[in-house]
């Protein structure tokens, strides 16, 4: 397992992560999502080893991941930027992880290789982004690591590129029982892919489950009364996070026990009141507030 304790960190004063708790299971594949400078990347750096909290630890298997080679051999970790030193050709960035993980495993490489159709002299500097997220994968995957932790890992990919690397990243969690701690924009594919799922908003954790946990506590309903007076009086008594109305139905996001929110919507002898399904996207959306149009195209 890979935890979090209460880990807090500053930046030139400004506080990027505060308080954060995180427990991702062995095996799992736990997505975490938040606007940009919400301090998704600043905590996978805590998670790689890279920084080190204020207050707080990052803890795998029962050690400290900070200044620990034991612990960091066990994990890889695909960034969304990359750095000036990876300007060599792929053979010589082959090399320099199979110096540092014993693990790495020469003949999967030499089948991801052909199967990406890239030759080990290519000049990994000249490659385009999403070039080097592919040649990122080969590598990561040719590590066969334990825990694998990514950084906004498919912009630049095309959906075919994402539907072959995924298939391979599934079937190392079902047949290793690696562990993939992912953040992505991508909300579909963790929404059909994450077992897992937290929402990291102003350096602070909103709300960390299950995904299939997470959905049954929101619920869309499109409903149909006899007055607006009774909507208004309805809409008072549950807990809604946004409210549209065409014509005479009205669509309700609520949060909590889809018992308990029919049981009140029944009080009111609804002429329409149907549950309708919430993606991931949606849940996040309304989760920060404001109406889904708006919030959707601030996120662009």
């Known amino acids: 397992m890979l935890k979090v304790k209460e880990l807090s960190k500053k930046i030139d004063n400004n506080q990027i992560l505060d308080n954060i708790n995180l427990n991702i299971p ?35 298997e029962g050690m400290r991941v900070y200044e620990n080679p034991e612990a960091k051999a066990k994990l890889v970790y695909i960034p969304d930027e990359f750095f000036d030193t990876f300007g060599q050709n792929i053979k010589d960035i082959k090399e320099l992880y199979q110096g540092i993980y014993p693990t790495f495993d020469e003949e999967r490489y030499i089948k991801l290789m052909k199967l990406f159709n890239y030759n080990s002299i290519e000049k990994f500097n000249k490659f385009s982004k999403g070039m080097k997220k592919q040649v ?28 072959i690397i995924w298939d391979i990243l599934i079937q190392d969690v079902s047949e290793r029982q690696m562990t993939i701690f992912i ?17 990291i908003n102003n350096g602070k954790i909103v709300f960390e489950e299950s ?10 309903l499109q409903i149909v009364l006899e007055s607006g007076d009774e909507m208004y009086a309805l809409e008072k008594e549950l807990n809604v996070l946004a409210h549209q109305m065409m014509g005479r139905v009205h669509t309700l996001v609520v949060k ?30 309304f989760t920060l507030g404001g109406k889904y149009d708006e919030l959707k195209e601030v996120m662009g």
């Open 26 to 60: 062995k095996g799992s594949i736990y997505g975490i999502i938040g606007e940009n400078g919400a301090g998704k990347t600043t905590l996978i750096r805590h998670l790689v080893g890279a920084y080190q909290g204020d207050q707080g630890f990052v803890e795998l």
């Open 183 to 199: 953040s992505s924009h991508h909300l579909n594919e963790l929404d059909s892919m994450c077992d897992h799922i937290a929402l």
């Open 256 to 285: 909590g026990n889809i018992e308990e929110i029919d049981a009140t919507v029944l009080k009111y002898s609804p002429i329409i009141n149907e549950t309708l399904s919430l993606s991931l996207e949606e849940i996040f959306l």
């Open 211 to 220: 995904l299939d946990h997470l959905k049954e506590g929101y619920h869309k």
């Open 136 to 163: 990122m994968f080969i590598l990561a995957l040719s590590i066969m690591p334990e825990y694998l932790i990514m950084d906004e890992p498919f912009d630049g990919l095309d959906p075919h590129i994402r539907k």
